[in-house]
Antibody, heavy 119, light 109 residues
Framework: QVQLQESGPGLVKPSETLSLTCAVS????????WAWIRQTPGKGLDYIGY???????NYNPSFRSRVILSVDTSKNQVSLRLSSVTAADTAVYYC?????????????WGQGTMVTVSS | ETVLTQSPGTLSLSPGDRATLSCRAS???????LAWYQHKPGQGPRLLIY???TRATGIPDRFSGSGSGTDFTLTITGLEPEDFAVYYC??????????FGQGTRLEIK
């Protein structure tokens, strides 16, 4: 079955750029939207953005000026870059697949990767 | 932006009980665009319900969803030990295109 695995540095310095990758195995990224969602410590889930396999992206306005999502169909992976990070960006970052079909929901999730922003 | 407010914040019940979780939207939303997730520590969230009432693949029938307009409910009948977790509702709409409720923690009494 399709599995997602997030990866990237666990520690990022303030003002630097956070870069994460989500590797998709057991299936193709083609034909689906792929989202990044985060959970800050002790809080709920925040939508960052999602990207279609062809590169069309939607971003949460709260992150729009700092975030770039990309896809690499040859590697079957999607990536997140979040610039000018602060301590408020410390969170567990998840990638998730938007299910096919009219009703929008995320049917497959990675286990998440913890990112700490600290000097 | 549609704000989702979940209640209660914490629900304390025993195995075998019935759990009723509420998700209220700040404006009327399409029932096609309301989903529920279960989230346990160290794991990614698990899709339970989409389109207000359709169970996702592999979800037991003790989980059910209902509602319309601004009021939506996730019901779990006959709680199993593995059901104790945090539950989120999620909406797809206008900017931001995806919003989540703040979550309900279902804990063992």
């Amino acid at each position: 079955q399709v599995q997602l695995q997030e990866s990237g540095p666990g520690l990022v310095k303030p003002s630097e750029t956070l870069s994460l990758t989500c590797a998709v195995s057991g299936g193709s990224i083609t034909g689906y939207y792929w989202a990044w969602i985060r959970q800050t410590p002790g809080k709920g889930l925040d939508y960052i953005g999602y990207i279609y396999y062809n590169g069309d992206a939607n971003y949460n306005p709260s992150f729009r000026s700092r975030v770039i999502l990309s896809v690499d169909t040859s590697k079957n992976q999607v990536s997140l870059r979040l610039s000018s990070v602060t301590a408020a960006d410390t969170a567990v970052y998840y990638c998730a697949r938007r299910r096919a079909g009219f009703e929008v929901a995320f049917d497959i999730w990675g286990q998440g990767t913890m990112v700490t922003v600290s000097s | 932006e549609t704000v989702l407010t979940q209640s209660p914040g914490t629900l304390s019940l025993s195995p075998g009980d019935r759990a009723t979780l509420s998700c209220r939207a700040s404006q009327s939303i399409s029932s096609s665009y309301l989903a529920w997730y279960q989230h346990k520590p160290g794991q990614g969230p698990r899709l339970l319900i989409y389109g207000t009432s359709t169970r996702a693949t592999g979800i037991p029938d003790r989980f059910s969803g209902s509602g319309s307009g601004t009021d939506f409910t996730l019901t779990i009948t006959g709680l199993e030990p593995e059901d104790f977790a945090v539950y989120y509702c999620q909406h797809y709409g206008s900017s931001p295109i995806i919003t989540f409720g703040q979550g309900t923690r279902l804990e063992i009494k």
